[in-house]
């Protein structure tokens, strides 16, 4: 199901606010046991990915391509994100 930002063809922008992305279609793929704090995702009919903070659902989106998003997931994996963590 397409979100009414992608349904009515609005531009979609990095840093524009999530809610216009509408509620449908996000997912939780990096949820732990943090209490529910954690990243959403929704892939956007263009094939890039929005990604929000789950705290604050009508924060900002950040906007990704299929490569910037792709690199990142390597490169954590790969350990290049550790430094986060310490």
Not at 41 to 70: C, F, H, W
Request: glycine residues 12%; contains cysteine; negative net charge.
């Amino acid at each position: 199901m397409q979100s009414q930002t992608q349904a009515s063809h609005m531009p979609v922008y990095n840093g524009m606010p999530a809610r216009e992305l509408g509620s449908e279609g996000w997912h939780k793929p990096w949820s732990g046991g943090n209490g529910g704090n954690c990243l959403e995702a929704m892939k956007l009919a263009d094939g890039r990915i929005a990604v929000r903070q789950s705290t604050d659902p009508d924060g900002p989106a950040l906007i990704y391509t299929p490569d910037e998003m792709n690199a990142f997931i390597q490169g954590a994996k790969a350990g290049a994100a550790d430094f986060l963590l310490s």
